[in-house]
């Protein structure tokens, strides 16, 4: 009788080493997905960034957005200030003597 009894030991311990088993590769299957999920998430966040910047870049240089080319009218020359006469050297500073 001793030895059936230390052979339904021998079996739990074994039904129990496969499950741990069983439980490790599970979670490690799950670590390794979310791990490719991560992956696959910033890849994917990253080409999007990337989509939108081009798209505001193109939009506002050759869409809708762009500014209208304005034409600037020359100058004429009346619009110039006119010409002040040149400063004569009687206009220069005082001289430090006193004058009497």
């Given at each position: 009788?001793?030895?059936?009894?230390?052979?339904?030991?021998?079996?739990?311990?074994?039904?129990?080493?496969?499950?741990?088993?069983?439980?490790?590769?599970?979670?490690?299957?799950?670590?390794?997905?979310?791990?490719?999920?991560?992956?696959?998430?910033?890849?994917?966040?990253?080409?999007?960034?990337?989509?939108?910047?081009?798209?505001?870049?193109?939009?506002?240089?050759?869409?809708?957005?762009?500014?209208?080319?304005?034409?600037?009218?020359?100058?004429?020359?009346?619009?110039t200030l006119p010409a002040s006469p040149a400063p004569s050297?009687?206009?220069?500073?005082?001289?430090?003597?006193?004058?009497?």
């Open positions: 009788m001793a030895g059936r009894g230390k052979n339904r030991d021998d079996r739990a311990a074994q039904e129990r080493a496969r499950l741990y088993a069983a439980r490790r590769e599970y979670h490690a299957g799950l670590m390794r997905r979310r791990s490719r999920d991560n992956l696959i998430a910033a890849v994917g966040g990253g080409v999007l960034l990337l989509g939108l910047l081009g798209a505001q870049a193109a939009y506002f240089t050759a869409g809708p957005g762009a500014p209208e080319p304005t034409e600037t009218p020359a100058p004429s020359p009346s619009a050297p009687s206009d220069a500073a005082p001289s430090s003597e006193p004058t009497p």
